[in-house]
């Protein structure tokens, strides 16, 4: 069972045959220690939930057809110490990196979805700061464990709607498909975000013609 609310690299398609695009996009996860971020990543990569998963930082490319296009994620499965100055820092790199973020807290533990806020804060100010459009999902994951829950879906989706990002509660334990639907929508999402930026940048181009031709002709 999966709870949604609906609310975007540098350009890295690739021209295929035809039309046909071959989409990249760069993924950051994000979120507090033990929240289920590499679960997450492992069921979307193998289909499968292992039960552990060590403390590691690692990079995975991820390549499949969705909806007949080639689509290619780079997912960055980042680790965040819990405690310490450190907590919910988001480095540079990140932010440069990604075309979007999955912000991932545990439903059955309050000091994640604290964090998720703090991030979702940092994400605001740094993609103001670099006038980046990368999308955000928040993702209320561990849905299984209803009896351990500490923050309520509404608290959840009320966070996603104040900060414009999607919203998804899931169990990356339970199912696939609710894990596939995070990363389908946030797909969806860096796909019109550079649909946006084309357009803008395509006006910006015509701003720009149409003041040299009437410039020119003031000078005239
Ligand atoms: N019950 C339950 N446990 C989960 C779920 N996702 C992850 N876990 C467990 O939570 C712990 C932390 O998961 P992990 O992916 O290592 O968290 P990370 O530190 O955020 O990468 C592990 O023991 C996982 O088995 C879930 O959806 N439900
Ligand atoms: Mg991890």
């Known amino acids: 069972m999966v709870v949604q609310v609906n609310s975007r690299?540098?350009?890295?398609?690739k021209a295929m045959d035809g039309n046909q695009q071959k989409v990249e996009a760069n993924v950051v996860l994000l979120g507090a220690e033990n929240v289920g971020k590499s679960a997450l990543v492992v069921r979307f990569l193998t289909r499968r939930f292992i039960g552990e998963y060590g403390d590691i930082e690692s990079i995975y490319s991820h390549c499949d057809k969705i909806d007949g296009r080639d689509v290619c994620f780079n997912i960055w499965d980042s680790f965040c110490p819990q405690n310490g100055k450190e907590a919910g820092h988001i480095s540079d790199r990140q932010l440069q990196w990604a075309d979007g973020f999955i912000l991932v807290y545990s439903i059955c533990d309050r000091e994640s979805f604290k964090v998720a806020r703090q991030q979702v804060q940092r994400l605001r100010q740094a993609k103001a700061k670099l006038s980046s459009t990368a999308p955000v999902i928040i993702v209320g994951n561990k849905r299984d464990l209803q009896h351990r829950?500490?923050?309520s879906s509404e608290e959840g989706r009320l966070l996603a709607l104040s900060a414009d990002c999607g919203f998804f509660e899931i169990s990356a334990a339970e199912t696939y498909h609710g894990v596939l639907m995070v990363f389908h929508e946030l797909l969806d999402l860096i796909r019109e975000a550079r649909a946006l930026?084309?357009?803008?940048?395509g006006l910006k181009g015509i701003v720009r013609s149409m003041s040299a031709v009437f410039g020119r002709k003031r000078t005239e």
């Open 9 to 13: 690299t540098r350009q890295s398609s």
């Open 149 to 151: 829950r500490a923050v």
């Open 197 to 201: 930026k084309k357009g803008a940048a």
